[in-house]
Structure formats: structure tokens, C-alpha cells
């Protein structure tokens, strides 16, 4: 009979810890999900931009140099050049918990800077395939200051 409850003990405290782990894995997973770090095509990306419009929680984020930037840019964008010496502390300074769309020239470093985004921990962040090169192909709206 002793032996009997010990074995019903131990089962018991197996299953709880076993519940405990479940849930702990599972906090895991939902944070995992909460992180959107993508790579769109340009008419994806368009989209993107369409549905933020009026969000004042979503960044359009240029990467390119400042003379790319002034030769033509995404109407709202603002730029973050990525050879800056003070890129990285740049990106540092934005909240992490914004909404970034991402472009470059042809989607190289823009892409790069989705990926450090990431690593830094932001939360949600796109980055534009095939960049400006992409996006003037297509005849999609430029500024030209």
C-alpha cells in the first residue's frame, strides 16, 4: 500500500512538472511569434506602405547614402545611411517596438539591416526585395527633391 501512494506521489509531481515545462516551452513560442522580420517584393512592400499611411507607429527607412536618398526616394522615407560610422547606434535610438519598412538600392543592405534588426531585438520590420532599382522599375511613385 505504501509503495503504491509513493509511485501515485511521484507520478503526481511527474505530471506537474511535465505541465510546468509545456507551458514554459509554450511562453517560448508565442514570443518567437511575436517578431515579424520579412523580406517582401516590391508590390508587397507597396502595400505595406499603403496600409500604414496613417500610422504613426510605422517608419519608412531608407539605408541608402544621402546623395542616393536626394536623387530620388519613397515618399515619408527617411534615411539612416548604412555606411554612416554611427549606423549601428542609429538604429539603436529607434523603438524597437515600431513598425519599419526597409529599402536600399537593390535590397542588400536594407536586408542586412533587417537581419541586425532583428539580432537587436525589434519587433516588427520588413525589407523591400530588389530595392529602389526594383521599385523604379515598376514604375512605382519617386521623389525627387
Known amino acids: 500500500m505504501l509503495g503504491q501512494g509513493l509511485f501515485m506521489y511521484k507520478q503526481s509531481i511527474f505530471s506537474s512538472y511535465l505541465a510546468f515545462l509545456t507551458i514554459f516551452l509554450a511562453s517560448f513560442a508565442v514570443h518567437a511569434d511575436d517578431v515579424i522580420s520579412e523580406n517582401v517584393d516590391i508590390h508587397v512592400f507597396s502595400d505595406l506602405i499603403a496600409q500604414h499611411a496613417d500610422d504613426e507607429n510605422t517608419r519608412i527607412i531608407d539605408v541608402r547614402t544621402y546623395k542616393e536618398f536626394h536623387g530620388g526616394h519613397i515618399e515619408n522615407a527617411e534615411v539612416i545611411d548604412f555606411y554612416a560610422r554611427d549606423f549601428i547606434h542609429n538604429l539603436k535610438q529607434l523603438d524597437k517596438y515600431k513598425t519599419y519598412l526597409l529599402y536600399c538600392r537593390s535590397g542588400n543592405r536594407s536586408g542586412k539591416t533587417l537581419r541586425l534588426m532583428k539580432k537587436l531585438g525589434f519587433k516588427s520590420a520588413y525589407n523591400m526585395l530588389g530595392g529602389m532599382?526594383?521599385?523604379?522599375?515598376?514604375?512605382?511613385?519617386?521623389?525627387?527633391?
Do not use: E, Q, S
Open 133 to 145: 532599382k526594383a521599385w523604379t522599375r515598376a514604375k512605382y511613385p519617386v521623389v525627387k527633391p
